[in-house]
């Protein structure tokens, strides 16, 4: 049986342990021993980002709310033009050294692209924003989904107030994708009522998964 190796840990604001896993050549991120995400599901974060970049035009600004294992940021990389800037903003101190640290492997040296700044901030702060400074597009995976795991805050985001700020931090014409574990109606009905189009597009966790099993909600600005 291969060993399970503990890389690193440390407390939430909230005082919950967060635990990063080594196991078979995969990482795993435990919040109070619930597996939060792992190197071997990353379709679903790779799916929004390309969601979120379809006809992104050249030098577009994009923000990121939530580093993760870093999979996002590589996709919108990957699709992004070579004048783009992202911006990427994670709560947590600990998430980002992590990435520096261990997850080198997994996804390459991300922070050292000169179109990525990395702030460690809440995303919603982030968000105000005006003019030119705004988004063509926003990303927020911060949390497991509407009815947040990680940190209570979060539920800020999902809210009528949290979704009008969004909107506005957005270029017209610009789209916010929302990551989710699960489906939320009363979710996607607040999004309708703040948006000009919304879609609830459902994304697999494993690409041979037989099912998909989390929700990308996808929201444009008219």
């Not at 994670?90 to 179109?115: T, Y």
């Not at 099912?211 to 909600?217: A, C, G, V």
Request: proline fraction near 5%; charge should be neutral.
């Amino acid at each position: 049986m291969k060993p399970i190796t503990t890389l690193a840990s440390c407390l939430t604001p909230e005082g919950v342990p967060l635990t990063l896993i080594h196991h078979d050549r995969d990482h795993f991120l435990m919040l109070g021993g619930v597996q939060l995400m792992s190197t071997n599901a990353c379709s679903s974060e790779q799916r929004m980002a390309e969601l979120a970049c379809v006809g992104l035009r050249p030098g577009a600004r994009v923000l990121i709310g939530g580093l993760g294992f870093g999979f996002t940021l590589r996709r919108v990389l990957e699709l992004a033009s070579p004048e783009a800037r992202v911006e990427v903003a994670e709560l947590l101190p600990e998430i980002i050294a992590w990435n520096r640290e261990f997850l080198g492997e997994v996804n390459g040296r991300l922070m050292e692209d000169p179109r990525v700044a990395v702030r460690q901030e809440d995303v919603f702060d982030l968000l105000q924003v005006e003019g030119e400074e705004r988004f063509d597009a926003i990303l927020l995976d911060v949390d497991n989904s509407p009815d947040p795991l990680v940190q209570r805050g979060n539920a800020r985001l999902y809210a009528k107030a949290g979704l009008s700020r969004v909107r506005e931090a957005l270029r017209p014409g610009g789209r916010v994708v929302f990551w989710s574990a699960n489906r939320d109606g009363g979710f996607a009905e607040l999004l309708r009522r703040a948006f000009a189009k919304v879609e609830c597009v459902s994304a697999k966790a494993y690409p041979k998964a037989k099912r998909s099993s989390h929700t990308l909600f996808v929201a444009d600005r008219d």
